[in-house]
């Protein structure tokens, strides 16, 4: 850090990613992208014209990329906002709605407080129930930005849309962020009550379910007048923030859908595999409706597990927080990797008898 760096930058503690190691190839399952390439549209659509166009700028309205999402989603264009991962959603619902203030859980995506800190937003940190369900009382009335990941990371235990409803209409007066990157792995979107609620805002991803995590594409849907606070803060930052190879790749894969909600289905049995099997080795499995699964076991600490698969090529994801430092989360990937995975896990185990 050099000594020009503002003061109030100074002391941010930086969001950290997990593990993308170039070492070695491992068994990925530290960070919950998909273990299918992206549809043979989207790789027959990055080509070699497409490539030379990068000279010229793309397109900010990312007009056809917007029709699909909206024409997918049933909602009208200017219902959708499209940005560099949703991770740029986060950030511009942090900067333009903290302004009395943050709501969202002890444990939920790290990323959250990491904007609240960054803008100087003060945050109210409601604690999951002890079963780490969302006690939805606890954020009525919370009269400041209200954010929920739905199915929540990393736990993977989702909310009804009920109590999703019951929180929006308890604060009419803020805006309500239901981050909804793992729905499509058997959760219920709240994309239809954006039809109903002023104060609703739906952000998710292409980066879990429909394997383009490297391309960069999230989407946020609201009533259009959210719509159009982020469009100012992306014109006053960066117009172009969707790449031209990325609105392609986008566009490709929505008209593709069916492959990636197949993909979809395949996960949820590996789930549900990797879950049977864990438990039958003793594991304590949260109920997921993610891509992942969040595990832990009374015969080895969540730390020693995360290490001792790293030796053995596995990557999980590992959280030093008191609270949930005995947990894993682990991706779902492919059947083949999932059966790996038990195997190294029966091994350690094993080892530590
Ligand atoms: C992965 C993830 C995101 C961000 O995804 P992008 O790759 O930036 O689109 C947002 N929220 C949650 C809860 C996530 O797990």
Do not use: W
């Given at each position: 850090?050099?000594?020009?760096?503002?003061?109030?930058?100074?002391?941010?503690?930086?969001?950290?990613?997990?593990?993308?190691?170039?070492?070695?190839?491992?068994?990925?399952?530290?960070?919950?992208?998909?273990?299918?390439?992206?549809?043979?549209?989207?790789?027959?659509?990055?080509?070699?014209?497409?490539?030379?166009?990068?000279?010229?700028?793309?397109?900010?309205?990312?007009?056809?990329?917007?029709?699909?999402?909206?024409?997918?989603?049933?909602?009208?264009?200017?219902?959708?906002?499209?940005?560099?991962?949703?991770?740029?959603?986060?950030?511009f619902?942090?900067?333009?709605?903290?302004?009395?203030?943050?709501?969202?859980?002890?444990?939920?995506?790290?990323?959250?407080?990491?904007?609240?800190?960054?803008?100087?937003?003060?945050?109210?940190?409601?604690?999951?129930?002890?079963?780490?369900?969302?006690?939805?009382?606890?954020?009525?009335?919370?009269?400041?930005?209200?954010?929920?990941?739905?199915?929540?990371?990393?736990?993977?235990?989702e909310?009804?849309?009920?109590?999703?409803?019951?929180?929006?209409?308890?604060?009419?007066?803020?805006?309500?962020?239901?981050?909804?990157?793992?729905?499509?792995?058997?959760?219920?979107?709240?994309?239809?009550?954006?039809?109903?609620?002023?104060?609703?805002?739906?952000?998710?991803?292409?980066?879990?379910?429909?394997?383009l995590?490297?391309?960069?594409?999230?989407?946020?849907?609201?009533?259009?007048?959210?719509?159009?606070?982020?469009?100012?803060?992306?014109?006053?930052t960066?117009?172009y923030?969707?790449?031209?190879?990325?609105?392609?790749?986008?566009?490709?894969?929505?008209?593709?859908?069916?492959?990636?909600?197949?993909?979809?289905?395949?996960?949820?049995?590996?789930?549900?595999?990797?879950?049977?099997?864990?438990?039958?080795?003793?594991?304590?499995?949260?109920?997921?409706?993610?891509?992942?699964?969040?595990?832990?076991?009374?015969?080895?600490?969540?730390?020693?597990?995360y290490?001792?698969?790293?030796?053995?090529?596995?990557?999980?994801?590992?959280?030093?927080?008191?609270?949930?430092?005995?947990?894993?989360?682990?991706?779902?990937?492919?059947?083949?990797?999932?059966?790996?995975?038990?195997?190294?896990?029966?091994?350690?185990?094993?080892e530590?008898?």
């Amino acid at each position: 850090m050099s000594k020009f760096l503002k003061s109030s930058l100074q002391k941010i503690d930086a969001y950290t990613p997990g593990e993308q190691p170039q070492d070695k190839k491992y068994i990925k399952l530290n960070t919950n992208e998909s273990p299918f390439p992206p549809s043979e549209g989207v790789i027959k659509a990055i080509n070699e014209q497409e490539v030379k166009d990068l000279r010229l700028y793309c397109d900010p309205e990312c007009s056809k990329l917007r029709k699909a999402v909206a024409e997918l989603y049933n909602v009208s264009e200017n219902n959708v906002f499209l940005s560099n991962g949703s991770d740029d959603i986060l950030n511009f619902a942090f900067m333009a709605y903290g302004e009395n203030g943050a709501a969202f859980p002890d444990i939920t995506y790290g990323f959250y407080s990491v904007f609240a800190e960054l803008y100087g937003i003060e945050t109210t940190i409601i604690p999951l129930n002890e079963d780490f369900t969302i006690n939805t009382l606890r954020f009525y009335n919370q009269n400041k930005l209200v954010v929920i990941a739905n199915p929540n990371a990393p736990t993977g235990i989702e909310l009804t849309l009920e109590k999703i409803e019951e929180v929006i209409i308890n604060n009419p007066e803020s805006v309500v962020l239901v981050d909804e990157a793992y729905v499509d792995f058997g959760g219920i979107s709240a994309i239809e009550l954006t039809k109903k609620y002023k104060n609703l805002l739906v952000c998710s991803t292409f980066s879990k379910s429909r394997s383009l995590a490297g391309a960069r594409l999230g989407f946020a849907i609201a009533d259009s007048e959210l719509i159009k606070d982020l469009e100012k803060i992306k014109y006053s930052t960066n117009p172009y923030n969707i790449n031209r190879l990325t609105q392609i790749a986008g566009l490709m894969a929505i008209k593709e859908n069916d492959y990636y909600m197949d993909n979809c289905k395949k996960i949820i049995e590996n789930r549900k595999f990797t879950t049977n099997e864990l438990i039958g080795l003793g594991f304590e499995i949260l109920p997921s409706k993610a891509n992942f699964i969040f595990a832990k076991s009374d015969k080895i600490s969540g730390e020693n597990l995360y290490l001792k698969l790293k030796e053995k090529g596995v990557l999980v994801r590992h959280f030093k927080n008191e609270r949930i430092k005995d947990f894993n989360r682990i991706t779902i990937g492919s059947k083949a990797e999932m059966e790996s995975f038990v195997v190294a896990v029966k091994e350690i185990l094993g080892e530590n008898l």
